[in-house]
């Protein structure tokens, strides 16, 4: 299940360090990131800030998938880190538009009641969007990735051309999640029930005045395969 923690709290110390320790076995010692290395073996930047949206997929009380959200009101990766893929256009920024990154699972075939770890994180992202309200995300990723976000329902607007960017192609884009491309992303890899684990009376962090409910086509507990071969493998 997808757990969401919002910046650094300090009740959830010793996840957060599981989380930016999974960070930086992904992103460092898996994919090569240098820049990001630290002596600690926690992959922590700038933008790991007050408002910022952790989710983090666990299974076996162990973090086998990660993304992060960050508020496009404040600094985010496309404003402060590489503007210039945009080429001097502007980009939607919005309290409900929120910055997708660093999403990534751990290598191996992890499945999650026989579901890859990998599909529950992309359906938790757009369920975790509709539960809070982010009506759009804005993304600088692969081409082929922006294939894949499309195939998966998303609302996809490029936002410029690709870029060469650290020896690979990287594109802005913005995309807008709906209940059609959830329901979407439920049928493609046989999901059934909810992705998000959310405790009793969390507050949504666009609207402190409010909790964070399921939704309601979406059955509460743990998320279920409809595939009867998947749950006998």
Not at 43 to 56: P, V, W
Not at 127 to 156: D, M, Q, R
Not at 203 to 228: C, M, V, W, Y
């Amino acid at each position: 299940m997808i757990r969401l923690y919002v910046g650094r709290p300090a009740s959830s110390g010793q996840v957060m360090e599981k989380i930016w320790r999974f960070r930086h076995e992904q992103f460092v010692e898996r994919l090569g990131w240098e820049a990001l290395r630290r002596n600690d073996g926690l992959e922590i930047d700038q933008f790991d800030h007050e408002r910022a949206l952790h989710l983090a997929l666990f299974f076996e009380d162990a973090v086998v998938g990660y993304t992060r959200l960050l508020p496009t009101t404040e600094p985010h990766l496309l404003s402060d880190v590489y503007p210039q893929i945009m080429n001097g256009q502007e980009w939607p920024r919005s309290p409900e538009i929120f910055e997708w990154t660093r999403c990534i699972v751990a290598e191996g075939e992890i499945l999650i009641n026989g579901v890859p770890a990998s599909h529950v994180l992309m359906t938790g992202v757009m369920e975790f969007c509709l539960v809070a309200g982010i009506t759009s995300v804005i993304v600088e990723t692969h081409p082929k990735l922006v294939k894949l976000l499309v195939s998966t329902g998303w609302e996809v607007t490029e936002l410029g051309l690709p870029s060469l960017l650290n020896g690979g192609l990287i594109v802005p884009i913005h995309a807008k999640p709906s209940m059609s491309g959830l329901m979407k992303h439920h049928q493609l890899y046989s999901i059934q029930g909810s992705t998000l684990l959310l405790e009793p009376g969390a507050q949504n962090p666009l609207k402190p005045e409010a909790t964070l409910r399921h939704l309601p086509n979406f059955a509460h507990g743990e998320i279920r395969s409809t595939d009867k071969n998947k749950e006998r493998a």
